[in-house]
């Protein structure tokens, strides 16, 4: 079972970048997926969940409006489009894989992880 995040980098804030998570075909396909994310100094916090149909998503609030999760079939990708980022938005950013379909917030119910991927915001 493997995760694997990317698509990070160096922005300007109001910029945009998407990131990418592709799961192995035997995590994923009907798992929910979500986004995390870690500040230096600062707890993992969820950033956005989406169930395994696509159908229903969730978001923080600190990024509600502004990120769109999403995901595709193919080979059990999830999307994370970053518009008009913010300084603070300067995080790792990890996918994971929920235990069961629909969309969770909790860190607790996701027992795949990806590596994560570095984004960086600069003002």
């Known amino acids: 079972v493997q995760l694997q995040a990317s698509g990070g980098g160096l922005v300007q804030a109001g910029g945009s970048l998407r990131l990418s998570c592709r799961a192995s075909r035997r995590t994923g396909s009907n798992n929910a997926m979500g986004w995390f994310r870690q500040a230096p100094g600062k707890e993992r916090e969820f950033v956005a969940s989406v169930s395994w149909s696509g159908g229903d998503t969730r978001y923080s609030e600190s990024v509600e409006g502004r990120f769109t999760i999403s995901r595709g079939y193919a080979e059990s990708t999830m999307y994370l489009q970053m518009n008009t980022l913010k300084p603070e938005d300067t995080a790792v950013y990890y996918c994971?894989?929920?235990?069961?379909?629909?969309?969770?917030?909790?860190?607790?119910?996701?027992?795949?992880w990806g590596q994560g991927t570095q984004v960086t915001v600069s003002s």
């Open positions: 994971a894989a929920a235990r069961g379909s629909g969309v969770v917030t909790s860190a607790t119910s996701y027992n795949y």
